[in-house]
């Protein structure tokens, strides 16, 4: 399996403070041959609803010197995993996470904007240091 993303405790810590359970970490797929780990797995029941809302996160950090290859790798796995869950976890919905700070720089990019609303990214925007969520985009 693959290493933690450095800021998966940080998203983990957001999540349940925002009323998340945490029940997969990480989240098998599994689908064919492949089996294949997204970082996290939760769920939130609302108690005037007979069923909750299920959620799958893929948690990235951008440190790579290059914000562009890090998006490249990022959207790769997203899609990936995405394809898979569509027959394998259908009750659930893929996030990527990604830390406030890179949301405020290089996702305000023109380019970076237009991959993100071409491809509908949904994204959790996590402020690391207070380790809450500051905006779901859906």
Not at 22 to 32: G, K, N, R
Not at 73 to 87: I, R, W
């Amino acid at each position: 399996m693959a290493r933690l993303d450095k800021i998966h405790e940080i998203v983990k810590t957001a999540l349940v403070k925002d009323g998340w359970v945490i029940t997969d970490d990480p989240f098998a797929v599994q689908f064919e041959e492949f089996d294949l780990y997204v970082d996290l797995a939760a769920e939130r029941v609302f108690a005037a609803e007979r069923a909750g809302e299920k959620i799958a996160v893929e948690i990235k950090s951008f440190l790579l010197p290059s914000k562009v290859q890090d998006l490249k790798l990022a959207l790769g796995q997203y899609e990936l995993y995405k394809d898979f869950m569509e027959v394998v976890a259908t009750d659930r919905k893929l996030f990527l996470a990604i830390g406030a700070d890179i949301h405020e720089t290089f996702f305000q990019k023109k380019a970076v904007q237009f991959i993100i609303n071409k491809r509908n990214l949904p994204l959790i925007v996590v402020d690391l240091g207070e380790e809450e969520i500051v905006e779901w985009i859906n």
